[in-house]
């Protein structure tokens, strides 16, 4: 099976190659495209031999994947690669075999491989498959993230609005919420449970105890190491560092 890489970021492309010996020795990846000219360009000049199956990243250095598809008309199988899944409708209506998330997993990308070659056996049947359509659309609808939460302050209880959340932050076997303004108060939810409650645009875990709004971030300094320290408002008794191994992912996030 011949099969060409477009993706621009260099270890993913390596990873998935890899991936796809792992997966049969026998497959050739005739090219690695790192954008979508370089990508038209290589179609459109002559080739020794033609690519079975194309795995595609929407998302490349110079524009979006689709392109490519529509200014060849490309009807060759594709599997698409990326990890911005609103694009997953649009990618189904374009010869999509698949649509992984990154980072892909060997066994996903097994399964792909295995339903192509599957479909490639079997002859097409005319219609749009109503299922996967429909779990394309649960997948593209937006999330909904809470807009206020209930805390009790002594006998008494308080509603708190997230956008007057400062951060959240674990001590002592218990979770606690602190505002911009105000004592922090106990919350009946783990850090995990609020991570997935609150905006992943507005909130990042920055470490095991800690869960902070973008809005209460005064100041992050750098330390040898890679490692930062974030500097918070109001200022919790303790300092905040940001693990690690999230501090790619938290400048990524910063930089939104």
Avoid: C
């Avoid at 190659?17 to 990846?29: A, H, N, S």
């Avoid at 392109?67 to 189904?92: C, G, M, S, W």
């Avoid at 649960?138 to 006998?155: N, Q």
């Avoid at 932050?169 to 105000?182: I, M, N, Q, R, V």
């Amino acid at each position: 099976m011949n099969v060409v890489i477009v993706e621009d970021e260099p270890l993913s492309a390596q990873g998935l190659e890899l991936l796809l010996y792992e997966y049969d020795p026998q497959i050739r990846v005739l090219a690695q495209l790192a954008s979508v000219s370089k990508s038209i360009e290589w179609f459109r000049n002559p080739q020794p031999l033609q690519p079975d199956l194309l795995f595609l990243d929407i998302h490349l250095e110079d524009d979006v994947g689709f392109r490519i598809i529509n200014e060849l008309n490309l009807t060759i199988p594709i599997i698409f690669t990326t990890a911005y899944d609103q694009y997953a409708l649009q990618a189904f209506k374009a010869n999509s075999v698949d649509y992984l998330l990154k980072p892909i997993q060997a066994d996903e990308l097994a399964a792909a491989i295995d339903k192509f070659k599957m479909l490639r056996q079997t002859p097409a049947k005319p219609g749009v498959d109503t299922a996967a359509l429909h779990q394309l659309m649960e997948i593209l609808a937006p999330p909904t993230y809470r807009d206020r939460f209930l805390v009790s302050v002594g006998p008494k209880l308080r509603s708190v609005r997230t956008d007057e959340i400062a951060y959240f932050f674990f001590e002592d076997k218990a979770t606690y919420l602190t505002p911009h303004s105000g004592a922090s108060v106990s919350i009946d939810y783990s850090l995990e449970r609020l991570g997935q409650l609150v905006d992943p645009d507005q909130f990042f875990r920055v470490n095991r105890s800690f869960l902070v709004s973008q809005s209460a971030i005064k100041s992050v300094y750098a330390y040898s190491g890679s490692k930062l320290k974030v500097e918070l408002n109001p200022q919790p008794r303790q300092d905040v560092f940001v693990s690690v191994d999230r501090v790619v992912s938290f400048k990524e996030w910063m930089g939104k």
